[in-house]
């Protein structure tokens, strides 16, 4: 049993006991060697960021002792961000970095004890990760987790099922000045927030999928899980959502398309009001995506992640009803109905 597996199941004393003794009897064995980490998926410029800050042989904390060791290049030709780009980053990665590249999944999971779901499309990341999960490898999602709600959905269903360590978050969850907001005493308890990002659309992904799904992560962080109903504007140069929480709080997220694209919001606290539109870098994700590796404790519960596509499906349908309230309660569970059934045709071998 992969010796990383079992953490997602126990406390965290528990965790550090096991690792602890895990670790010791790996280097009386002579075993004792860098986690491995595999990438699925080779277009877009996260791979080369996130290679560069696992690999740095002075890395430090949560990121000493691991190392991307392999990857699979994967990509979809119906999308040029895609396609494009794949070439590029592969021999960047076997090049600067020293990552052997594989011809499938099933031979990177072969060579790895822990993975990162980097393909940029979010449509193929169901089956990329149906085999991960059958190996039981700890596995990060990058965004968008999925192309549907209802892939989110089965994702972690399945993830559950196979109790694989899954998650999936956007880096703006944790930059530093978010969380600084977050956890402000002069602002206080925050009952509401207004959250804005670049929001390009891609037509084979939900609208909000492709690049809102960054700020309306931002919301989420600050507002956490509970929106109710969502309504949607919709313009050639922005989008405008509007949640309302079941505790009557309302959060809002501003899709840019025309003007500068920056990431930022402004939080309502019960003691203060503050703004911030700073992004500082990866580093902050990448460190929980460590630590989640040796762990397998993830820093984002399922059900949260889940709600935010549901949020964001829920504002489809709001702009296909011309801007109508669409319950968000309700969308999700008629996507999980769809999975039910998928899983039953699953396990009945006639999945398709």
Not at 16 to 31: T, V
Request: charged share 25%; proline share 7%; with cysteine.
């Amino acid at each position: 049993m992969n010796r990383y597996r079992l953490f997602h199941w126990v406390g965290p004393a528990a965790c550090a006991a096991a690792l602890a003794i895990s670790l010791s009897c790996s280097a009386a064995g002579g075993a004792n060697r860098p986690l491995r980490i595999g990438i699925i998926g080779l277009d877009t410029s996260h791979v080369v960021a996130f290679t560069k800050l696992f690999n740095d042989p002075k890395a430090t904390g949560d990121l000493a002792d691991m190392r991307v060791t392999a990857a699979y290049p994967g990509g979809s030709p119906d999308i040029e961000a895609s396609r494009s780009r794949v070439k590029g980053y592969t021999a960047a990665l076997h090049d600067k970095f020293g990552v052997e590249i594989v011809d499938s999944i099933p031979e990177l999971l072969a060579k790895v004890d822990v993975v990162l779901l980097e393909s940029v499309d979010g449509r193929p990341h169901l089956n990329q990760a149906k085999p991960v999960f059958a190996a039981r490898k700890p596995v990060f999602i990058d965004k968008p987790a999925a192309g549907s709600l209802a892939d989110v959905i089965e994702i972690f269903e399945r993830a559950k099922r196979t109790r694989t360590p899954c998650f999936s978050s956007s880096s703006l969850r944790f930059n530093p000045p978010f969380q600084q907001l977050l956890h402000d005493p002069k602002i206080g308890r925050i009952i509401g927030c207004d959250a804005y990002s670049p929001c390009s659309i891609e037509p084979h992904h939900p609208d909000l999928f492709w690049y809102g799904v960054h700020g309306v992560e931002s919301l989420y962080t600050m507002m956490g899980p509970g929106c109710a109903q969502v309504t949607r504007a919709h313009t050639e140069g922005t989008d405008f959502v509007t949640g309302v929480w079941r505790d009557g709080r309302i959060g809002t997220f501003r899709g840019l398309r025309q003007g500068p694209h920056r990431y930022g919001l402004t939080v309502f606290g019960e003691k203060g009001i503050a703004t911030v539109d700073r992004f500082q870098g990866y580093a902050p994700l990448v460190r929980q995506i460590a630590r989640f590796f040796k762990t397998g404790v993830p820093p984002v519960k399922a059900e949260e992640t889940i709600e935010i596509f549901a949020f964001m499906e829920a504002a489809d349908a709001s702009k296909r009803l011309g801007g109508r309230p669409v319950s968000v309660p309700e969308t999700l569970a008629k996507a999980r109905v769809l999975v039910e059934e998928r899983l039953r045709r699953a396990a009945s071998g006639r999945e398709q």
